[in-house]
């Protein structure tokens, strides 16, 4: 899973091949949580507030460069 981002002590990553919606995952300390890139939404997990909201607020600047990078690792299965 790469690191795509090192935010004030929080890891921020993204998996290749992973499921939809398009989402990115956090790590600080014991604390992981999954956050979907349109919304900001936590999809799964727990991050203290303080940290949540660096991420809420990093996430929404760079909302179209997370899509983009996202669809990248993770390309439209063709059958």
């Known amino acids: 899973m790469p690191l795509i ?3 004030d ?3 921020v990553l993204m998996y290749m091949n992973d ?3 398009p989402h990115f995952h956090v790590a ?4 992981e ?3 979907e890139i349109a ?3 936590v999809m799964h997990g727990t991050l203290p507030k303080n940290k949540l ?3 809420r607020d990093w996430a ?3 909302k179209e460069n997370l899509l983009a990078l996202f669809n990248r690792l993770n390309p439209p299965i063709k059958r």
């Open 60 to 62: 929404k600047e760079n």
């Open 9 to 11: 002590g929080v890891k």
């Open 33 to 35: 949580a999954q956050v």
């Open 5 to 7: 981002h090192h935010l």
């Open 39 to 41: 919304t900001q939404a």
């Open 53 to 55: 909201k660096k991420v």
């Open 19 to 21: 499921h939809p919606p």
């Open 28 to 31: 600080y300390g014991e604390h």
